[in-house]
């Protein structure tokens, strides 16, 4: 989605610097930034931030990772291992933090209370627009060429796009 949201813009005329995790192309997308980790993404987006009008955060990297990386291969002999899990830095509050003046949307992928969850996540990050996904929604989510959502304002205001 995050590349569709760029190849259009750059269609429309913006100069659009497109920071992804996919190897996609990215026709009329001025500068094209490849990343792995969810720190590599917060790096090259917040090293952006200042000179951008605006700012659509698609999707994260990933909301968690492991807290501890083994350095060697676990083995099966040795059990289940346990995995603690820490939080990836919040790349869309980072940028409401240093917000001045660029429109800031964000999205919501969500599996129940679509538009409970998706206003909460809104208020909490201070951004614009919020861009609710039901993911679970047929047609809809990851990995298709249609969406369904639901659009929410920061003046309170919705739409429905389906």
């Known amino acids: 989605m995050g590349h569709a949201l760029a190849v259009e813009a750059a269609g429309r005329g913006a100069r659009v610097s497109l920071?992804?995790?996919?190897?996609r192309p990215a026709p009329g997308v001025a500068e094209v930034v490849r990343v792995e980790t969810?720190?590599?993404m917060a790096g090259a987006v917040l090293a952006r931030f200042d000179?951008?009008?605006?700012?659509i955060m698609a999707a994260?990297?990933?909301d968690f990772?492991?807290?501890a990386v083994a350095d060697q291969k676990l083995k099966k002999g040795d059990g289940v291992p346990e995995i603690v899990l820490e939080p990836t830095i919040d790349i869309l509050g980072s940028l409401a933090e240093r917000k001045r003046g660029q429109l800031l949307?964000?999205?919501a992928a969500e599996t129940n209370r679509l538009r409970e969850h998706a206003a909460a996540k809104m208020a909490a990050k201070r951004v614009d627009l919020m861009v609710a996904n039901d993911v679970t929604a047929p047609g809809a989510g990851f990995e298709v060429d249609t969406n369904r959502a639901i659009l929410l304002?920061?003046?309170g205001g919705s739409r429905s796009c389906p």
């Open 19 to 23: 920071v992804t995790t996919a190897d």
């Open 38 to 40: 969810a720190e590599e």
């Open 51 to 55: 000179e951008l009008d605006a700012v």
């Open 60 to 62: 994260a990297v990933a």
């Open 65 to 67: 990772r492991p807290k």
């Open 105 to 107: 949307v964000g999205f």
């Open 153 to 155: 304002d920061s003046a």
